[in-house]
């Protein structure tokens, strides 16, 4: 199984703070590369996919890049809606893995 | 817009089997995705139980493919999850979710709300 590792695992920041999360893959997968956003209670939804593509909907304040085993999710400018769990996920093979998960939180 | 909607016990007991339903509404079962299960036990992470097509091939998370079974029904727009001799460490948040691909990539959207089963006597 590919082994997918965020960091940091918790995160404290402020409205209007750029904020960047790194996910870390264990072996190569290209830009198979997923990130969610989960709210407490909720589904997780899509934010971008194929590591750089922004879904229909989310705001262009969110980005990701990367490629390989390296990967960040970026925002650039926090709304107070934005505080969440993020999770990043490969597509580059099955099982389908995610990483554990990087939660953001209010300063 | 495709919505998916799951349905099943809210509390199995040990040794039982969890049997849960996604009901697909907006949108053909018969389309051209993989209808999937992924779980989320509590204040954890996510974990990919598995997946279907339409035409019946699956796809199984090898640390649970001896004890689950996808299925789907067409007639019904539905399919199905079943997990055999569950313990607590199977309680969790179940969610069904779309894997949508394209151009050899994928991804899952969107997800259903997510149903939580609880495993006690």
């Known amino acids: 199984d590919i082994q997918m590792t965020q960091s940091p695992s918790s995160l404290s920041a402020s409205v209007g703070d750029r904020v960047t999360i790194t996910c870390r893959a264990s072996q190569s997968i290209s830009s198979y590369l997923n990130w969610y956003q989960q709210k407490p209670g909720k589904a997780p939804k899509l934010l971008i996919y194929a590591a750089s593509s922004l879904q229909s909907g989310v705001p262009s304040r969110f980005s990701g890049s990367g490629s390989g085993t390296d990967f960040t999710l970026t925002i650039s400018s926090l709304q107070p809606e934005d505080f969440a769990t993020y999770y990043c996920?490969?597509?580059?093979?099955?099982?389908?893995?995610f990483g554990q998960g990087t939660r953001l939180e209010i300063k | 817009q495709v919505q998916l909607q799951e349905s099943g016990p809210g509390l199995v007991k040990p040794s039982g089997t969890l049997s849960l339903t996604c009901a697909v509404s907006g949108g053909s079962i018969s389309s051209s995705n993989w209808w999937s299960w992924i779980r989320q036990p509590p204040g954890k992470g996510l974990e990919w139980i598995g997946e279907i097509y339409h035409s019946g091939s699956t796809n199984y998370n090898p640390s649970l493919k001896s004890r689950v079974t996808i299925s789907v029904d067409k007639s019904k727009n539905q399919f199905s999850l079943k997990l055999s001799s569950v313990t607590a460490a199977d309680t969790a948040v179940y969610y069904c979710?779309?894997?949508?691909?394209?151009?050899?990539?994928?991804?899952?959207?969107?997800w259903g709300q997510g149903t939580l089963v609880t495993v006690s006597s």
């Open positions: 979710a779309i894997h949508l691909t394209s151009s050899s990539t994928s991804w899952f959207d969107p």
């Open positions: 996920q490969q597509s580059y093979s099955t099982p389908r893995t």
